[in-house]
T-cell receptor, first 114, second 112 residues
Framework: EAGVTQFPSHSVIEKGQTVTLRCDPI?????LYWYRRVMGKEIKFLLH????????ESGMPNNRFLAERTGGTYSTLKVQPAELEDSGVYFC????????????FGPGTRLTVL | DQQVKQNSPSLSVQEGRISILNCDYT??????FLWYKKYPAEGPTFLIS?????DKNEDGRFTVFLNKSAKHLSLHIVPSQPGDSAVYFC???????????FGTGTRLTIIP
């Protein structure tokens, strides 16, 4: 069974540009999460999808971040316009569908904003 | 305000000995606790978890202890092996809320 995949693995952009990160969850997983780790700090929750609906987006930093999940399958996280403080590693995770299910993480996308 | 704290950024342990990683939390609503292990350039991998109704959970070489009154949990690895060298994250959630709250991680190095 394929794990959670993320694309790209690394992105370097300039301040003010737009970047779109993609996550493909494990097939059949209804829950999809985005997290971010900045500069060796804790991994912070951004948002949670159940199928195509946003269940919890309390961790989204501001309205420069837009997450979508098309048809309840893959998800994209767009940052527009990017700022220096957006640099970090963005992780996606998925879980089957029951409360308390283990979350399986992807390898992350390292975003560097110059 | 950090609700899950791992106060030791790093820990070195001799191969074959016991590794003890510690974690403290402040939010009394947390009722489910997890440990994730992370290798460089990979995502965190689930290791072991414990519900607040228990005070110990064991899985092979890994044991997690929970002290609710002290709001403290620890991960014991025995015996430690070179492949255990990684960053270990403590995480917590409450059952009505799926999001995980992580600590900053502890880098464990096993010395051969």
């Amino acid at each position: 069974e394929a794990g959670v995949t993320q694309f790209p693995s690394h992105s370097v952009i300039e301040k003010g540009q737009t970047v779109t990160l993609r996550c493909d969850p494990i097939s059949g997983h209804d829950n999809l999460y985005w997290y971010r780790r900045v500069m060796g700090k804790e991994i912070k929750f951004l948002l949670h999808f159940v199928k195509e609906s946003k269940q919890d987006e309390s961790g989204m930093p501001n309205n420069r971040f837009l997450a979508e999940r098309t048809g309840g399958t893959y998800s994209t996280l767009k940052v527009q316009p990017a700022e220096l403080e957006d640099s970090g590693v963005y992780f996606c995770a998925s879980s089957p569908g029951t409360s308390g299910d283990t979350q399986y993480f992807g390898p992350g996308t390292r975003l560097t904003v110059l | 305000d950090q609700q899950v704290k791992q106060n030791s950024p790093s820990l070195s342990v001799q191969e074959g000995r016991i590794s003890i990683l510690n974690c403290d939390y402040t939010n009394s609503m947390f009722d489910y606790f997890l440990w994730y292990k992370k290798y460089p350039a990979e995502g965190p991998t689930f290791l072991i978890s414990i519900s607040s109704i228990k005070d110990k959970n064991e899985d092979g070489r890994f044991t997690v202890f929970l002290n609710k009154s002290a709001k403290h949990l620890s991960l014991h690895i025995v015996p430690s092996q070179p492949g255990d060298s990684a960053v270990y994250f403590c995480a917590a959630s409450d059952f009505g809320n799926e999001k995980l709250t992580f600590g900053t991680g502890t880098r464990l190095t096993i010395i051969p």
